[in-house]
C-alpha cells in the first residue's frame, strides 16, 4: 500500500488538556478539519494505553470524512493497535530505523529536530519530515531545549535542501507570529522554504476551531503564493540608471504624500533625527510607550527601530509586531551592537520577534551581526577598517535575515539577497558629527515608507512590500549627496558648521542633483 500524501499545510497536535471550558475534545477535531487541517497528530502524555487507543480509534474515524491522515505522538504500539498512519518521534524516542522494521512499510514517520545535527540524521535515517522547533515560547508543551527562534531554522532547511525530508515548525506559533515565522524561517543559502506549520493551543484552545484553523490555513496559503526570494526586482533591470531614476520617482512620492515615520531611537540623537526627517519632507513621530503602538501603527507609513541607548526594548518589541501585522517597512539600526553581550542579545530578541525590511549599520555592526571578527566594533563606532569582501558580507546577512542589508562607509553597500550595489557618494565631515549613521536610518526609513505607498493594493504574502533595496538606495543617498554639497559651501568651517548646512541641504535637494550626483554601481 502506498503511502497516503503528506501535506503539512496546517498540522494538528492534538492537547485535550488544553480545550475550553464546555469544549468537547472531538467536536473540536471536527470543526478543525472544517477549518482546513490537512495533518493530525494524536498526543496523549497522560492517557493510559488503553485510553490514548480509544482516542486514536476515534480520531481516526473522524479524520477519514476529510481524507486527513493520523499520526501517533511517540507509541509505536498506539500507532500499530489504532492503525494510524504513523508517528511523531522525539529524540529521546526509538530510533528511525527500528521504527521503519516495526510498523507497516507504508507508515509516514517524523522527527523533532531542534539543531542541524538532529536535522541531518533524520534526513539520513530517511524520515519522512521533521519538526523544528520550538520557534516561539510556548505553555502548550514542557521544552527541554532553548528556543531556537525565527532565525534560527534556516540552517536546519539548508540541511535539508535536495532530499524528499518535508520540514514543518511547531512551538508557540499562532496567527499574529506565523507570517513573521514562515518569512524568516528560510534556509539562507538554498532559500528552501518550511512545508508548513504545526499548530496546538491556538486551534485546540480556541472556541472557534474553525475559525481559527481557517485563518491560519489563509496565511500559510498567501505566503506561499508569494515568491520565496527576497528581491522586488528582477536583476537584469538593476542598472544605475534604473535605480537613479527609481529614486527620484520616490523623491517625488515622499514630496506628495509626506510620510509619517514613526522612529524609536537613542536619547543623544532624537532631535537631529527629527529635523532631518523633516527637511526630506516626511513627517517624524518619537514615540515609545508598548500602548501606544497599535494606533502609531495604523497612522504612520514606516519605522525605525535604533537601539543606540536601549531603554525602550518593551516598546521597540511591541512596535515591530505592529507594524509587521500592516506590512508596513520596519528599518532596524542597531546601534553598537557589538559593544556589549546584552545588546546582541537584544537585537536577537527583536529579529526573532518582528521582521525587518531593512537593516543598516557600520563594518563594526554588520560584521558583529554577520558573525565575523575581521571589523571589530569601538563602542557605537565601527573601527574604520573594512572588510577584504563587502559583497559576501552584505548579500549573505541579507539571506540569512530575509531582508535588505546596508552597510555604510567610505562607500556603502546595499543587498537584498541577491543583487548588490554600491554608493560611493559622501564626505568624511560625516564621521565628526554625532548621530550621522543614524540619520541615514531616518532618510532610509523615508524612502522606504515612499516604496511602500507605491504598492498599497490590498498584498498579504509578504512582509514589508514594496522595493526596499531602492527605498535603501534612495536614503543613503539623499543624505550623502547633501553632506558633499553641504562641506563645498563657504559657511561651513568645521562640524559645529556642518550639521545645520547638512540639514539645509536636505532640505534644498532636488531630483536633478540627485541624478546628476548619485554614483552607483551594480555589482552583482
Known sequence: MPKPPLD???????????????????????????????LVQVREKKADTAEFVEVAVKTIEICKKYNVPVLINDRIDVCLASGAAGVHLGQTDMPISLARRLLPPEAMIGISAGNVDEARAAKDAGADYVGIGALWWTESKQLVKDVLGVRGVGPLLDVLEGS?????????IKTTNILRSLHGAVGPVSLRTLDGVAVISAIVSSPRPKQAA??????VTAFRRSSPGIITMPLTLRTPESLKEGVVRLMARIRKDTPIIHQITNNVTVNSLANVTLAIRASPIMATTPQEMPDLARLCHALLINFGTIT????????????????????????????????????????NTWQAAVIKGNPGEIGAMYGSSEVESRGVDSSGQVFSDPVKVVRDLARRERCVVVMTGREDYISDGLSVIRLSNGHSLLGDITGAG?????CV?????????????????????????????????????ASELAAARPDVKGSGTF??????????????TMMRRAKIEVLE
Do not use: H
Open 312 to 351: 525602550d526594548k518593551a516598546g521597540m518589541l511591541a512596535a515591530g509586531r505592529e507594524y509587521n501585522a500592516r506590512k508596513k517597512p520596519i528599518v532596524f539600526d542597531p546601534v553598537g551592537i557589538g559593544a556589549t553581550s546584552y545588546r546582541k542579545e537584544a537585537a536577537k530578541e527583536i529579529l
Open 438 to 442: 543614524c540619520m541615514a536610518g531616518s
Open 445 to 481: 526609513a523615508t524612502f522606504c515608507a515612499a516604496a511602500r505607498l507605491e504598492v498599497e493594493e490590498e498584498w498579504v504574502g509578504r512582509l514589508g512590500r514594496g522595493d526596499m533595496l531602492l527605498g535603501a538606495a534612495g536614503g543613503v543617498l539623499a543624505l550623502s549627496i
Open 214 to 219: 481557517q485563518e491560519i490555513k489563509s496565511l
Open 499 to 512: 550639521l545645520p548646512a547638512l540639514i539645509d541641504e536636505v532640505y534644498n535637494l532636488t531630483p536633478e
Open 8 to 38: 503539512l499545510t496546517l498540522y494538528l497536535v492534538t492537547g485535550r488538556e488544553l480545550l475550553p471550558p464546555g469544549k468537547d475534545y472531538y467536536e473540536s477535531l471536527d470543526e478543525s478539519l472544517q477549518g482546513g487541517v490537512t
Open 164 to 172: 524528499s525530508t518535508k520540514a514543518v515548525a511547531i512551538g508557540g
